[in-house]
Structures are given as C-alpha cells and as structure tokens.
C-alpha cells in the first residue's frame, strides 16, 4: 500500500511494506501524518536546515523536510528498514537531499556531523527501555541552535518522560493544537518543540 501526502504544493508517495508486518516502522503512524502536516503548515522551522530524523519508519517526514526545501535530510531508523526508506526516497523527486543511514539510539553518531540544525521524530517513544537511549541520542545530535520536533501518540501506560529531558539539559514545550495544523492535530496526538536549555539567546521557541 502507498499514501499519498500532499505537501509543499506537491504530492509524495510513501510506501509501506506489509510483508514487515511485525514491525513498528512498516507504516507510516499517525502521528507521523501529524507531524508531515505540521511541518508542511510551519514550511520555515525546515526551509535551509540540517535535518534528521530519527526513528523514521517508511520516511514520510523526512521526505517531507526535503521536500520542503531542506538543505539535507538524513532519515535514520534500524538497518532492515532501510531499503523501505531508500526506496521511498528515490520514488519521489527530493532534489539529492534526502539520504538515508543506519542509527540505533544510543549508538555513535560522529560519522553523520553533528549538531544539525532541526532534529524530527514522530511516534518513537513507546518503548521505556528506549527513552534513555532515545534522550542520549538526542543530546549527542543537538547544539544549543538544535531545534527538535517530536510528534507522539499520548500513551496513558508511558507519560512523556519530562524528567529524562530535563535531566539531560533540554527545555520541552508541548506545542497547543492552535498552533497546529487545523485539521492533521488532535488531542491524543502530543507535539514538542526541544532544545537544549542554555539556548536562550536567539529569540525563543519558533
Ligand atoms: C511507531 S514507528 C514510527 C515510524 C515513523 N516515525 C512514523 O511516525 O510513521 C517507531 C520507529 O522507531 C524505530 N525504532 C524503535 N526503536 C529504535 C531504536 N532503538 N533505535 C532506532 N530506531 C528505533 C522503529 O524501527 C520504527 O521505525
């Protein structure tokens, strides 16, 4: 099956594999479309960024940034999902922005060049053992200028872990649905901008 997003003024076609069917990453989640339309709705958190995402499944928010005038989107998630990721990569015309590579959290990250401008992430926080690993990865991506937005599905059994960020350094705001896009937002669908909380001296949280 292939969704058809329509962003940036264009549509990208996103396939999904069934045949992984055992795996998280096969589809594209629903806060993933959260956060491709939010993206598409705030076009300038991403316009000549740096860009990663982290836990991309299928890849259709970082296809998103790229198609959205990114300088560069490195889309990142576990080895056996990256032939999913490429191939969505190459199906749609990103301009050689887009590259895909291979990233467990908690893993090194020195050969993708940190920091990076923007860091995305949509429905990875829903596994406990993984929210240390996740906030160390982040913490090694982000500078004090990194922006990350995370999109999750609110899971009553996993509150957002507020205290793990603020352990590592970053500052959360969980962005109100009247920032969001109008119709691709809902109340069980939380988003949050993160930065590192030394970063107070480029005008806040846009
Ligand atoms: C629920 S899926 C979300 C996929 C996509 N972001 C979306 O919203 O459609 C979670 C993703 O996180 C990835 N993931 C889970 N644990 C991970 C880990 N330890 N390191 C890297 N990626 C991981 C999975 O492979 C999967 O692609």
Known sequence: MSRVLAVAGRELIIRED???????????WDAGLCLVYYLDHAASLVAGKRVIELG???GAVGCTAAALGAESVVLTDLPHLLPLVRSNIEANPLGGVATAA??????????????FDLVL????????????LFVQTLAALSSPRTLTVL??????ALPFPWQLFRAAGFEVRQVPLSEQHPEWSSEDIHL?????ACNTSDGGDS
């Open 18 to 28: 069934h045949r992984l069917d055992s795996e998280a990453g096969c589809v594209v």
């Open 56 to 58: 991309c499944g299928p």
């Open 102 to 115: 291979a990233l467990a959290w908690g893993d090194p990250v020195g050969h993708l060049q940190p920091p």
């Open 121 to 132: 992430a949509s429905d990875v926080l829903y596994q406990a053992e993984a929210l240390p």
């Open 151 to 156: 999109c999750n599905e609110h899971r009553p």
């Open 192 to 196: 949050f901008h993160i930065r590192l």
